[in-house]
C-alpha cells in the first residue's frame, strides 16, 4: 500500500466524526492494506491508524524528540527555512501536522538519494506503508554517538518523499500525536469486520498479545482459528489486571467466599522466566533480537524495568525451574526485611543509573499472587484458586514445605466468616501492609481490566472520634494489653437510649461498637499505658473506662443495631489514631451518625 493511499483514508476518518462510520472506514483501510505479503502491511497499518509504530508491549521507542522532527521538516521543506521558521508556525497553527502539510517538499526531492531513499519520483514521492515502517525500524535502533543526526537524517529522506497530507500523518505518527478519533476499541472491532471474526475472539487474541498489528495480522491470514491459536509469549509482557474499590461486607454479598489476601504497598511487577531462553514472537524478528533474555521484569504499563530490579532477576534465578509469567508486587524493605513506604520503591523503579548502590540504599523484595502461564500453559482462563495453585507449585522448591515458608508467596485465604477477614486484615497492618486485597475466587484474569472481581478495600471517607468507655485484657502474649476497645458517641440532646448490653451508664454517652483490629502490639501497649489510668471498674477481663480517651475510627458502614445503646453499630470498625487534641466533650454525637447514615 503506498503511505500516500494511507494518508488519504486517515484525511477520510479524521473527517468523519461517527463512530460507526468510522469502524467500516477503518475495516476497509486493513481490507485494503491486504498485499500479498504475509499480512506485514496489514499489521503496519492496524498500528498506524492509532498512533502507534511499535506493538504496545515494546519497550521499543523512536527515541526522538520535536525539535529533530523540525529539523528533519525544516530540512525537506528547502534551504530557506530553519528549524525555528518551523517552530514558530507551529506556534502560529498549533498542530505540527498542519505545519508539515504547509510547505512543500518536492523541491529537495533530488536530495533524498542521499538520505537512503527511493527517488522514483511518479508525481508523489511513491513512498509505500512497509518503507516507512523500515525506515522507523531504522531510527529507532540508531543508538550511541551520531545517532540523533543519523534519526534526522532519516526522517529528511522520508518528509522529502511525501506529499502534504502524506507529511500530515507521517509527523503526527512521528510525535505521537495521530489525533483522527480512532481508539483501541475502533481498530479491535473493524479487525472484526475487515477478516470476518467474532470481536471477542479479537479482543481475547489482544489480550494475550497486546499487539494491535500482529492480531489483525492473523486475523487476515489465519482467521478466527489463528487469533484461538495464539497464546502469551514468555519475555512479552501482558496487561495487568487492576482493582476497584469495594468493601468486606459487598464481596460477602457479592460472592459465596471471598478470596482474601494481603495488600502491599510497593509497585507491580510482571516477571516472565525461562530457563531455555526466552522467545519471542518470530513476527517481530527485530525485537527478538535485542529484547532476548531469559528473565525479563516489567512495570504495570509493560515497561521492561528488568536493569533496575536485579534482586528479582536474582529471585527468579533462585526459585524458579520452568517457564511462568508471574504477576506480583516489589516491595521496599529495611535492613530487617521490615516493609517501607510506597515512596522508598519508587527510587529503585525505572533506575537506570547507579543501579548497584540505589540497592544499598534501599532493597527490594518480590511477592507473587498470580501466576498468568506455567510449564507451556496459559492459565488467564482458569479460575484464581486454580491460577494460585499453580504458582504455589511453581515457587514451591521443596514439597514438604507448608504454604507460609514458600518465599515469594502471597497467601489467599478462602472465607465467609468477616471475623476472619478482620483477622487478615490486622495481621496485615502489624506486618507493616497496606490493608486487604478481596478478590472473586472463581474469577478468571483479566488484563487491563478494572473489574469487580478483584477489589481493594475502600479507605474510609470518613472517620469518628468515639470515647473509649470500656475494654478487655487480651489473651495470651496480649494478656498484659487491653484491647477490644468499646467506643461510644455523644447523644447531644441528652435523651436516653436502650443500654441493652452495656456496663456503662449513659452519661450522655452511647455505645457505637468495639474496636480490635488495625493495631500493633507496639500500639497497643501504648494504648494500654494511655488508658490504665482511667480504669473505673473491672469485671473479669473486661474493664469499664472513665470517658478521657478520644480514638479516631475508620468503618465500612454505619447499621441500626439493637446491640449497642446509641441504636446504631459501625461495621468493621478501625482503629485510626487517639486524638490527643480533644476532649470526650469534643466527640462524635448520635446526631452525626445519623446523618452520616443518610
Ligand atoms: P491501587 O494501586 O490502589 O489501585 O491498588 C491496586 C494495586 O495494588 C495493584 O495494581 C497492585 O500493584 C497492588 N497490590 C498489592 N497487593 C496486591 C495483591 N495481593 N493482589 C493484587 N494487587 C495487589
Known sequence: MEFATFADRAAAIEAEPADLETVARVATLLEDAADGDGGRTVAVVARYVQGRVFPAWTSRTLDIGPSACYEAIARAAGTNVSPDDVEDRLAEVGEIGDVAASYDFGGQRGLSAFAGGDDSANGGGGLTVPEVDEALYELAA????????????????????????????????????????VGEGTVRNAIGEAFDVPVERVERALQVSNDYGEVARVAREDGREGLDAMTLEVGRPVQAMLAQAGTVTGALEDWDEAGVEWKYDGARVQLHYDPGGVAIDGADATVAADDAGEIRVFSRNMEDVTDALPEVVEFADEHLAEPAILDGEVVAVDDDGEPLPFQEVLKRFRRKHDVAKAREDVAVRPVFFDCLHADGEDLLEE???????????????????????????????????????ERIDADALEAGHEGLMLKDPDSTY????????????????????????????????????????????????????????????????????????????????????????????EDGTRVELEPAVVFEVGYEEIQTSPTYSSGYALRFPRFVGVRSDKDPADADTVERLERLRG
Open 142 to 181: 540508531a543508538e550511541g554517538s551520531g545517532s540523533q543526526d543519523r534519526k534526522v537524517d532519516l526522517l529528511f529522506g522520508l518528509f522529502n518523499r511525501c506529499s502534504s497530507d502524506e507529511a500530515r500523518y507521517l509527523a503526527r505518527l512521528v510525535l505521537s500525536e495521530m489525533r483522527i478519533g
Open 383 to 421: 479460575p484464581l484458586t486454580t491460577r494460585h495453585e499453580r504458582l504455589e507449585a511453581v515457587l514451591r522448591e521443596d514439597s514438604e514445605r507448608e504454604p507460609d515458608e514458600v518465599e515469594g508467596l502471597s497467601l489467599l485465604w478462602r472465607t465467609d466468616d468477616p471475623d476472619e477477614i
Open 446 to 537: 483479566s488484563p487491563g481490566r478494572r473489574g469487580k472481581h478483584w477489589r481493594k478495600r475502600k479507605p474510609d471517607v470518613e472517620t469518628l472520634d468515639c470515647v473509649v468507655t470500656g475494654a478487655e485484657w487480651g489473651e495470651g502474649r496480649r494478656a498484659t494489653f487491653l484491647g477490644t476497645f468499646e467506643l461510644s458517641v455523644r447523644d447531644g440532646d441528652g435523651e436516653k437510649r436502650r443500654s441493652a448490653g452495656s456496663a456503662v451508664e449513659p452519661r450522655n454517652l452511647e455505645t457505637v461498637g468495639k474496636v480490635a483490629t488495625g493495631i500493633t502490639d507496639e500500639k497497643l501497649a501504648e494504648l494500654t499505658e494511655l488508658l490504665e489510668p482511667h480504669v473505673a471498674s
